[in-house]
């Protein structure tokens, strides 16, 4: 679909309109007026719903010459009594070959089998892109979890929105002045319109500018790959660096597109610029829903019973380890829940080859504090962790120790209090608290 925008001189002439209209900039009627264009089939009311990508938030944008979809500007063209294509800013392109169509790369883009409904998540990142206009946005969480499928489902749904989608891993972590050209030369014609940049800094300014000349949504799997072990969570390793300069370039710089990254952990220049009213967000993935993870457990093949809700509480409805115990479970138990869970065990299996390449990143003072809330016989206080540690750790490194682990996405906030007076306890899920305790017990016992 695409989107347009005023340019200078129309943006004043929308504003000139508006003024001589007598009516309110956020009069409801705009809305109604722009819906009656929009779909002139369906009766339009004050106060709303408005049809389909009209709403306040949009008009807003469009009186303020950001981008909203080519329908939405068409529309609230018209109400205002012009042609739209003399209000639109429509710069010269470098991709004129996809002037009626776009530009799809999925690359190394893994097949996707069944989706298990994320809806409000998806919901919720379609908004941050299509309403507020969010630059970059980082999908966090667990292995196993589920953000490459996420972030697939997520492109799919939303591609037809953008002139260019293209589809990136980091697996084989590539240093950023080879990525940004690969990128660049893989879009047809683009490298004939401009010569390839030379330097980094011109790499970095020159995908910069496509993302402002062209609507484009760029996914790039696997962070992790460029973050640094032995070292608190956001840190990339030597020789990476650079990749912050992109990021803090793509979320601080104003431009169309949107990149969506996915990452175990979340970069340290991300925490600098997201914001609940910023062009840049966080969406943190916890575990499936009860519904969908029961769907889940159905497609693997078990036996449907009472005892999939412990199941399914015990694993947190992380997909990937929902589908290991299922397999096991097939194996084992005939497909039976019940009997699997009476051997009263938390079982990791292969699992423990996602969480290896998770803890082999963690610094030594993050692995004493883990096994620490491991090993307690309940949830612990900041207090309590220091110390079972060390009363020679001080307070501030103790909690900066927890808000990297927290970014990492392996420690559990227990947030229901009795009082206002309760503390703050942590703890584990339970499949990485049985990880934990069997990987470090030789080493802190």
Known sequence: MGTLKASELGLQRIQQARKESGRKRDDAEWLVAASEVLDPESEWLLGGPYAEGCS??????????????????????????????????RPGADLEEFSDGQYIDWDSCPEVGIFYDRTLELTQMSEWIGEENCRLIAILGMGGIGKTTMAIQLAKQLQYRFKIVIWRSLQYAPPLEKFIPNLLKSIPNYQTKKALPDTLESSINRLVELCNSHRCLIIIDGLESLLSNNDLAGKYRPGYEDYAKLFHQIGALPHQSCFVI???????????????????????????????????????????????????????????????????????????SSEFIQQNTIFVGQLSEVLDRQFERLSEIEKKVIYRIATAE???????????????????????????????????????????????MFTLQPVVMKYIVNQFKHIFQ
């Open 56 to 89: 306040e938030a949009t008009w807003r944008r469009f009186l303020a010459g950001s981008p909203v979809t080519v329908p939405a500007f068409k529309a609230f063209c018209q109400v205002l009594g012009f042609d739209w294509r003399s209000i639109a800013d």
């Open 262 to 336: 996915t990452s175990h952990e979340k970069p340290r220049e991300i925490v600098k610029l997201e914001g609940h009213k910023r062009p840049v967000r966080c969406l943190k993935i916890s575990g499936l829903q009860k519904r969908a993870a029961r769907q889940l457990l159905q497609e693997q093949g078990l036996v449907e019973e009472p005892e999939w809700d412990i199941l399914i509480q015990r694993y947190r409805g992380n997909p990937l380890a929902l589908k290991i115990i299922a397999d096991t479970i097939l194996e084992l138990f005939n497909g039976k």
């Open 378 to 424: 309940s949830p612990v206080t900041i207090s309590q962790m220091r110390d079972k540690i060390s009363p020679a750790v001080s307070h501030s490194q103790i909690l900066e120790v927890l808000e990297s682990l927290a970014r990492r996405s392996l420690i559990e906030k227990i947030t229901e209090k009795t009082s206002d007076s309760d503390p703050v």
